[in-house]
């Protein structure tokens, strides 16, 4: 009876012991830590800052409320006077995360922790993705954890935790990766289609920077091993793999065709068509950030978290330090953990001595490299090869987004380097041994009394402030604590006085906490976005029109003075002639009469309120004269040059109640007007809507009619049911040509370009889906044989 209850004890343990090291509770760890860490922002007990209540929140805002209504949102008429939304990538409208926010609209309003939850949602998955790509590269259950907590929660991601899109972008690399080495390891094709699925998606969170990344380095990670095949001299495997690239290419592309065709039509409009190396290299990684790589907030924070208690960005360079600005801490962090950088060089060591190279530790190594002196951006020369000879490379700013690749790389190794210890300890002790803890921990010893005892200060002269010596005093005993911990559980490992369940709960435990005290504070904001957009009803009753033909702008903003916050109109529908937006149109501003006096801008722009500033107070008052939102005239000068029509527009000759600018000769005969047909033209608007607007006209003769509507390829005009050519009107405007009589006029969102890509898309998307479902098939009729 003994001996069976001790087998049944003993099986209990057994099961007990492979449930607890099964992949699930290993991302059920994942889970809790994602919970654990973001609990404020899941609960709005705390938000997100910077860009989020700026820009993502009130995009996503009326991407919802319009989809929840029924509208495809090809155009913002709330901001800049109206400016392309769909074609915005940042939007994101087709990704299916930020698709799914129109069911959550209540009322006609988002509320914002909807948004921040999903955010939320994105580490989770990231964590998961990693987790899946390490366990794919044979890689143990610790050492795939701990990639997946170093991919997630090392600097880059927490930091970038506000900027929306590129974290929407940057998590499907890892879990495409997952997915073509899957197809590697089993020839299966359908995990080829799924991998395209899901560049599809990195394409559609919309970060082109990232993208643009991600294509390139899973090219180059299918390169690695279409070279590995071909020196194995297996033929056939590096045609398949070749193919599976290109299908790649072609679903993800292809599905995206929609939202890149539009997207490609705003970017050849807009101001950052081309841009100069200058701007190029803003956001580089200075050589002086390599200290944040061991402590990552030695030069302050970015975070807007006041209860944090926490020193803002110090070493600016108007103040005498090494950055452009205190936000680039987003950009110039380069953490990614300190168990990470123990591990890195026994594992570069323990690869290279031996026989078995199945990891692409060099691979690795050498693309994180790269991508490391890629950041440095106009701190060394790579940067500026890759923008003179690489296409593409001379339309991103901000080199130092590329340091996720550096992240995942050498995450990556030390990953391998926990493997190794942990599958083959004997072998890889010869590296991890005591002489290694003994010289890192001198390192560590080192590296801190050089802080304490002033030793680099001729580095940071701006550290003989107590108030900054203190704060980097504090962070280097971070640093000091956790490098002190993981020595020690790693000394007794070596040891043997360590259980190897003892051991990964250890690691794990520290890990947990080291990126927990880092990341935990960084993005919990006292904003509440809907404290931030709360405005007076009455107030905004007077700033919306009464009727569709009674249409008008506001000027909220005058300098560092606004009234409203810049998207302020996205939320309450306020047609603002302001915003705020990477991509702008190049044209959105007719010129001024000079650089002290915008009425014209305005009149011109139907701004009926403009921000008026007295001192320190600020107020709206009534813009007499603004013109109507449209307009007809007789009279009109042509200017084939630009410079010659803005000059004309600046000077005193150009009398814009009476005359209108265009940029080429009409078709019809526009014939000069006596005072009865300037009485007798009559122009309504009868509706107006997002990417439509209707109006009626009547005239005794041929006439222009100016719409003070922003000029964009995109729309289509139709008078009386037959399509006119929209003509581009004193600067930024549209116009056309009407005949005389009564007329009916549409005005409608109808991109050419667009359409097409939307036809590829839904091709494609088709193929594709006949393609999945049919591998499918063959897959189950193939085990089913079997």
Same mark, same amino acid.
């Given at each position: 009876m003994k001996k069976t209850s001790n087998l049944k004890t003993q099986s209990g343990i057994d099961k007990l012991n492979k449930y607890l090291n099964s992949d699930w509770v290993y991302i059920l760890l994942l889970l809790i830590f994602c919970i654990i860490?973001? =609990?404020? /922002?899941? #609960?709005?007990? $705390?938000? @997100?800052? &910077?860009d989020f209540p700026y820009v993502y929140y009130p995009g996503k805002f009326l991407m919802a409320v319009s989809l929840a209504n029924d509208i495809f949102p090809y155009w913002n008429p709330f901001a800049f006077s109206g400016t392309p939304f769909f074609a915005d990538p940042q939007i994101g409208i087709l990704y299916p995360l930020n698709y799914v926010m129109k069911y959550f609209v209540s009322n006609n309003s988002l509320n914002p922790l909807v948004v921040q939850n999903i955010i939320v949602l994105h580490f989770f998955l990231a964590s998961v993705f990693a987790y899946l790509f390490a366990k794919e590269l044979k890689l143990n259950k610790l050492a795939s954890f701990v990639f997946g907590m170093i991919y997630t929660y090392s600097a880059f991601m927490i930091i970038h935790m506000m900027h929306m899109n590129l974290l929407e972008s940057l998590i499907w690399l890892p879990f495409a990766l997952y997915l073509f080495l899957k197809f590697i390891n089993t020839n299966k094709f359908y995990f080829i289609i799924l991998a395209g699925l899901t560049m599809? %998606? $990195?394409? %559609?969170?919309?970060?082109?920077? #990232?993208?643009?990344f991600n294509f390139i380095f899973l090219g180059l990670f299918a390169l690695y091993y279409i070279y590995k095949s071909y020196k194995s001299k297996d033929n056939k495997k590096v045609i398949q793999l070749i193919i599976s690239v290109i299908i790649i290419v072609i679903i993800s592309g292809g599905i995206s065709s929609f939202q890149l065709f539009a997207t490609n039509e705003? $970017?050849?409009?807009?101001?950052?068509?081309? +841009?100069?190396?200058?701007?190029?290299?803003?956001?580089?990684?200075?050589? /002086?950030?390599?200290? #944040? %790589?061991?402590?990552?907030?030695?030069?302050g924070t970015f975070n807007w978290n006041d209860k944090a208690d926490e020193l803002s960005y110090w070493s600016v360079s108007k103040s005498g330090g090494h950055q452009e600005g205190s936000w680039m801490f987003t950009i110039s962090t380069l953490y990614i953990s300190l168990l990470a950088l +123990?591990? +890195?060089?026994?594992?570069? =060591?323990?690869y290279f001595n031996s026989k078995e190279k199945n990891f692409p530790l060099l691979f690795f190594g050498i693309v994180g490299l790269i991508a490391l002196f890629f950041s440095f951006g106009g701190n060394f020369f790579v940067h500026k090869i890759f923008f003179d000879f690489i296409p593409l490379f001379d339309r991103f700013r901000n080199p130092g987004h590329i340091t996720f690749i550096f992240t995942m790389t050498f995450g990556l190794i030390a990953a391998?380097? +926990?493997?190794?210890l942990t599958e083959d300890k004997k072998q890889f002790s010869q590296f991890l041994n005591k002489k290694y803890l003994i010289f890192f921990s001198g390192f560590v010893l080192l590296f801190t009394l050089a802080f304490y005892t002033g030793i680099f200060k001729s580095l940071f002269p701006l550290s003989s402030n107590t108030q900054i010596n203190d704060w980097i005093k504090s962070q280097v005993n971070i640093f000091f604590l956790f490098s002190a911990l993981y020595l020690l559980i790693l000394y007794f490992n070596s040891n043997g006085k360590l259980k190897i369940n003892l051991f990964y709960s250890g690691i794990i435990t520290i890990l947990c906490l080291e990126l927990y005290v880092f990341g935990f504070n960084q993005n919990n904001g006292s904003s509440n976005p809907n404290q931030m957009y709360s405005q007076d009803k009455n107030v905004l009753s007077k700033l919306k029109p009464d009727s569709p033909g009674n249409q008008f702008r506001v000027n909220m903003r005058e300098g560092s003075n606004m009234l409203f916050q810049r998207q302020q109109g996205l939320v309450d529908e306020i047609q603002l002639i302001e915003g705020v937006n990477v991509l702008t149109l190049n044209k959105k501003i007719p010129p001024p009469k000079s650089d002290t006096d915008n009425k014209q801008s305005l009149d011109l722009l139907n701004v009926k309120y403009k921000i008026n500033v007295q001192g320190k107070q600020s107020g709206l008052t009534e813009n007499s004269g603004f013109l109507p939102r449209a307009k007809i005239y007789n009279d009109f000068k042509v200017f084939n040059a630009e410079n010659d @029509?803005?000059?004309?527009?600046?000077?005193? &000759?150009? &009398?814009?109640?009476k005359t209108i600018v265009l940029e080429k000769e009409p078709k019809l005969n526009i014939e000069k007007p006596d005072s009865n047909d300037i009485a007798n033209n009559k122009v309504e608007i009868k509706q107006y809507e997002m990417n439509k607007i209707e109006l009626e006209s009547e005239t005794n003769k041929n006439s222009i009619l100016l719409l003070s509507e922003i000029f964009y390829p995109a729309w289509k005009a139709f008078v009386?049911?037959?399509? #006119?050519?929209? %003509? =581009?009107?004193?600067?930024? @405007? =549209?116009?056309?040509?009407?005949?005389?009589?009564?007329?009916?006029i549409e005005f409608i969102y109808k991109s050419e370009s667009t359409e097409k890509g939307k036809i590829i898309s839904l091709i494609t998307l088709g193929l594709t889906s006949l393609l999945l479902i049919g591998s499918l098939i063959y897959e189950f009729k193939s085990r089913k044989k079997l």
């Open positions: 860490i973001f =609990r404020e /922002l899941i #609960t709005g007990q $705390s938000w @997100l800052h &910077d599809c %998606l $990195s394409i %559609l969170g919309g970060y082109p920077q #990232t993208f643009v705003f $970017s050849e409009n807009s101001e950052r068509q081309n +841009i100069g190396y200058e701007f190029a290299k803003q956001g580089s990684v200075h050589p /002086l950030d390599i200290f #944040t %790589l061991f402590v990552p907030k030695i030069f +123990i591990f +890195i060089i026994p594992a570069i =060591r323990y391998y380097g +926990i493997d190794r @029509l803005l000059s004309f527009m600046k000077s005193s &000759d150009f &009398d814009y109640y009386n049911g037959n399509e #006119t050519e929209i %003509l =581009r009107a004193n600067y930024c @405007l =549209r116009a056309i040509e009407l005949p005389a009589g009564k007329n009916k």
